[in-house]
């Protein structure tokens, strides 16, 4: 009799709470009916399955091995677009404009349980299919397998409440057709290769002889919407003159055209809500609050449906780290960034929310409580900590690993990361190796952007360096790792107010 007839008896029975059986785990939450067949996720030698019994269609559509009248159905996508198919709340949602969102990107395909723990009763919603091209391009992962992590995990635990899918800082058209087309619920339009902070270098004579060279239909399109004009925002005012209006022109012009492009050309007619989300946060400046008023002026009065608009603002958010600036500054600036996106119906988007802690408080007072929070690297954190508490050696292996390929890493994130802050290995003990150590800004910053650069390396023989064993680990400590997210994500979900 194979190991799991005993549970599927159980299943036929309709009580899946006592099942003890040697080396299998039962995933209770994801208890599951539709007709005569019953589903029910397992875990066996750190390898999830759904087991099907029952007759019908839902059985016979389901891929795995027939045991008996037991089906074995691994996590593969067939198996995600079955479930799917059968059960509404499997499928991803777009959550509008009224209600809190936080993102919860996943590098790893494992920490969607851990976080429907954390957000499950909150007053905020998990956006749980969240990672950008740049991710999955260094994890060597693709948007169905995005997908699959969250869809598993919500059917693992159960969860009823509607979760997101945001296909991420994507900059070409190519993408954001594939993601709508997989049903991704939230597209974060990454306009950065559309700005052009290079004319901010330049002196304002070459700005104004540059701006004349734009079609002269363009220059009387802004000058007589904005020249010269006062608009009152949440209190304060935001004045155009011709020297700022030509900057704003000449820098943000073309991501405002793309914006529009991009609206009218894959989200006004999809036929089904979409949150659309502008990020215009990867730029080497701050988004000025004249500038982000007359973004959202022109989106608006061109009839583009934003959901979300995430500025850069001043100071810096980086990967990982607490935010670094001037507080009081940000909090003046926050009220008019916060107050445009009330008055043109939107929500701010902060990116590289991670243990952004000093500002939370900020964040969720002048939004009212509406925003979209973006985490992801500290979600992956989370997991080296875990790891680095029950297999020190590994970590320390991983460390020096990351060390030694840092640079490699750095071109892909904006990170003032210090290295020769980061204490010595040799130096740290293995208890510390978990909290102090991996609490310094440098090493965090270390650890958090070489992830892709960790998880694919190889020996000489292409055998996996850490890898096999990383996620071996982190099966093994499914609970714990659980725990780690629920304790350091509800820090930041308490910290935004809700
Ligand atoms: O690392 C990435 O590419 C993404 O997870 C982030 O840039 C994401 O947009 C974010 O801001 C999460 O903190």
């Avoid at 750190?46 to 008996?68: C, H, M, P, R, V």
């Avoid at 902060?350 to 690297?377: E, L, M, W």
């Amino acid at each position: 009799m194979s190991k799991f007839q005993a549970i599927a008896e159980a299943m036929q029975k309709g009580d899946v709470s006592g099942i003890a059986v040697d080396n299998v785990k039962v995933y209770p939450h994801s208890f599951e009916q539709s007709g005569n067949v019953k589903l029910l996720m397992v875990k066996s030698d750190n390898t999830k399955y759904i087991l099907a019994t029952g007759e019908g269609s839902l059985f016979d559509e389901l891929q795995g091995e027939n045991n008996s009248g037991v089906k074995v159905c691994p996590l593969v996508t067939a198996n995600r677009l079955v479930l799917n198919k059968y059960f509404d709340y499997t499928v991803p949602r777009a959550f509008g404009t009224q209600v809190a969102t936080i993102g919860l990107g996943d590098r790893l395909g494992i920490a969607s349980s851990g976080h429907i723990k954390t957000v499950a009763g909150k007053n905020i919603h998990p956006i749980l299919a969240q990672q950008s091209i740049r991710e999955i391009t260094l994890t060597k992962r693709d948007y169905n397998d995005v997908l699959n992590g969250a869809v598993f995990a919500v059917f693992q635990e159960g969860y009823k409440d509607g979760f997101g899918a945001d296909g991420d800082h994507l900059k070409v058209e190519a993408d954001i057709k594939m993601s709508l087309d997989l049903g991704f619920t939230m597209i974060t339009l990454d306009c950065s290769e559309n700005i052009d902070n290079s004319v901010e270098n330049i002196t304002a004579a070459e700005r104004e002889a540059k701006y004349n060279q734009l079609p002269e239909a363009t220059r009387n399109h802004y000058e007589s919407r904005y020249l010269n004009q006062t608009f009152e925002v949440a209190g304060n005012s935001i004045t155009f003159n011709k020297e700022n209006l030509i900057e704003i022109v000449l820098v943000y012009g073309a991501a405002v055209d793309f914006m529009e492009h991009i609206f009218v050309t894959y989200i006004k007619n999809l036929g089904r809500d979409v949150d659309f989300e502008i990020s215009i946060d990867e730029t080497p400046s701050p988004t000025a609050p004249e500038a982000h008023f007359l973004i959202a002026k022109e989106l608006y009065s061109r009839g583009v449906t934003v959901y979300s608009m995430a500025p850069r603002f001043i100071g810096e958010f980086q990967k990982g780290i607490d935010y670094i600036g001037d507080i009081a500054q940000f909090e003046k600036e926050m009220v008019i960034h916060a107050g445009l996106a009330d008055d043109f119906g939107y929500k701010l988007s902060i990116h590289s929310g991670s243990d952004k802690f000093s500002v939370f408080p900020i964040i969720g007072k002048y939004t009212k409580g509406r925003f979209h929070v973006k985490t992801a690297g500290t979600n992956w954190l989370e997991a080296v900590r875990t790891v680095a508490k029950v297999k020190p050696d590994l970590y320390r292996r991983m460390h020096q690993y990351a060390l030694e390929h840092f640079n490699e890493a750095a071109a892909y994130y904006h990170v003032t990361t210090d290295l020769s802050k980061i204490a010595l290995l040799d130096q740290v003990k293995d208890a510390d190796l978990s909290s102090a150590f991996m609490d310094e800004d440098n090493a965090r910053q270390l650890i958090h952007i070489t992830y892709g650069i960790l998880l694919q390396a190889k020996d000489a023989q292409g055998n996996s360096l850490f890898a096999d064993e990383f996620f071996r680990t982190l099966s093994e400590e499914e609970e714990a790792y659980e725990q780690s997210l629920i304790s350091h994500i509800g820090k930041h979900i308490q910290l935004l107010g809700k």
